[in-house]
């Protein structure tokens, strides 16, 4: 067993931190050096992945203004967002006189601090009626949650109620289905004899 190194005991645990294991004859040189090039190769390897990312992460943020100057890179975007926080609550019938509660949101994305002015409209038969009305203001990138509470007006038939914000209006809107209050008759009114209620 030329060119092979044993040791034993005390000498192998001293020793093998000091000393490479080599395996074989000759080759084992050759083992020793394929996985030093292996070594330097993953080291090569990660430092270029880490400086492609390093390029990538200065031209994303520094090299970005220059960009969006030359046109590259659109601006961004500046808007008003306005949704109904509870969509699946919305009604789709109520009655005359019942109360109805809307929640909605109003998402400033303009950039700048903004007041609100906003009104609730329901539109039927070619007829349209303010049912509330009021002012938020809402924080550059910030979102105000309005909740709004209104009677059904006395317009029994289909109808659209609306929530304008803003100038010029962004709106959304949901479809209801007014219906006279319910009346009882007094013919479907039972009576019971005493002691069977």
Known sequence: MS???HLTGTEAAQGAELAPISVGNASGSAVE????DRTRRNV???SMVAGALALLLVWQYAGMGIARRAG???RQQHFTAVYFKYPARLPGAASVGRQIELVFVVDNREGAERRYR???ILTARARSIQLAAGAVDVAAGRARQLTVAFDVPPVVGS??????????PVGIDFHLRIVAPRTVSRSRV???????D
């Open 3 to 5: 060119g092979s190194v």
């Open 33 to 36: 050096h394929r996985a030093g």
């Open 44 to 46: 090569l390897v990660t």
């Open 72 to 74: 590259l890179v659109p």
């Open 118 to 120: 906003w009104r609730i």
């Open 159 to 168: 109808a659209k109620v609306q929530v304008d914000v803003g100038s010029p």
């Open 190 to 196: 039972r009576t019971y004899p005493a002691g069977l």
